[in-house]
């Protein structure tokens, strides 16, 4: 990877790692190795966001509406995830990664809450790139916990501006994400960053999470650095002729 090209990397990456059901199920495999495979590909893409300079990679581990999945893919994929903190953690640690988990810890199963903890703690002191792991998380419960956070700290109506409830918001560590990616082939934001994804670039891919690798997040990043961010504004170095 060539100093130029981690220049220009994505300072903030969100992914839906979505597709590890259908991973399993096109290998007639129970869906719980779709995920199994799915957190081998984080580990993968973790080292080539490292290895490419971005700063903060946030994926979406477990929504708010997975509770409606069946009780034995809730439980199994409760289960992955402990599993994989206790067999990732050390070699994560490793990599110069800072762990954050992002979500309503209630209702969570303490066992896990605790290894939660561990990791973040354990893992504070790195600096090459910070995991923001989206768990029991959805962009509408963000909002109102920040709502909720910022009442109780006693902000008046009156002071509530987009900055100052910002700084309640999950991600008020973070930049905003450049790049959000979706696996999987749909094409929706599926209740995940909606606050901070106000002017993110979105790249939807077919590729199912399970085989998400190297080259196809340099795809999704040369698909970003295609796009014309404007903010809102216009684009000082188009002229209007050619923005007609
Ligand atoms: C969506 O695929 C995927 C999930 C709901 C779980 C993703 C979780 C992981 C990859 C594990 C992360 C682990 C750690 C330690 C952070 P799907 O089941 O909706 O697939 P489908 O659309 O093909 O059915």
Not at 110 to 126: F, G, I, M, Q, Y
Not at 141 to 151: F, G, S, T, Y
Not at 181 to 187: A, D, L, M, N, P
Request: glycine share 8%.
């Amino acid at each position: 990877m060539t100093e130029a090209f981690k220049a220009v990397a994505p300072r903030h990456i969100a992914i839906v790692m979505d597709g590890n059901g259908r991973w399993a199920k096109k290998r007639f495999l129970p869906r719980f190795f779709g995920h199994k495979q799915g957190v081998d590909a984080l580990i993968r893409v973790i080292q080539a966001c490292i290895d490419r300079g971005v700063d903060h990679l946030t994926v979406f581990a477990f929504s708010s509406e997975n509770w409606k999945r069946p009780t034995e893919e809730v439980s199994g994929l409760m289960g992955l995830v402990l599993a994989a903190v206790s067999r990732y953690l050390a070699r994560v640690g490793q990599m110069g990664v800072r762990i954050r988990i992002i979500g309503d810890r209630e209702a969570v199963p303490d066992k896990l809450v605790a290894a939660w903890r561990d990791a973040e703690s354990s893992t504070a002191h790195n600096d090459k790139l910070t995991l923001n792991v989206a768990f029991n998380y959805g962009g509408r419960w963000d909002i109102v916990q920040a709502c909720r956070r910022a009442l109780a700290a006693g902000l008046a109506p009156e002071a509530l501006t987009e900055e100052r409830l910002a700084e309640f918001m999950a991600l008020a560590h973070a930049p905003d994400p450049d790049l959000f990616i979706r696996t999987g082939g749909e094409v929706r934001i599926s209740n995940f960053l909606l606050w901070q994804s106000a002017y993110t670039e979105f790249v939807f891919s077919d590729c199912l999470w399970p085989d998400f690798g190297e080259a196809e997040l340099d795809a999704a990043i040369a698909a970003f650095h295609q796009r014309d961010r404007r903010f809102g504004g216009v684009n000082p170095a188009v002229t209007p002729a050619q923005e007609a």
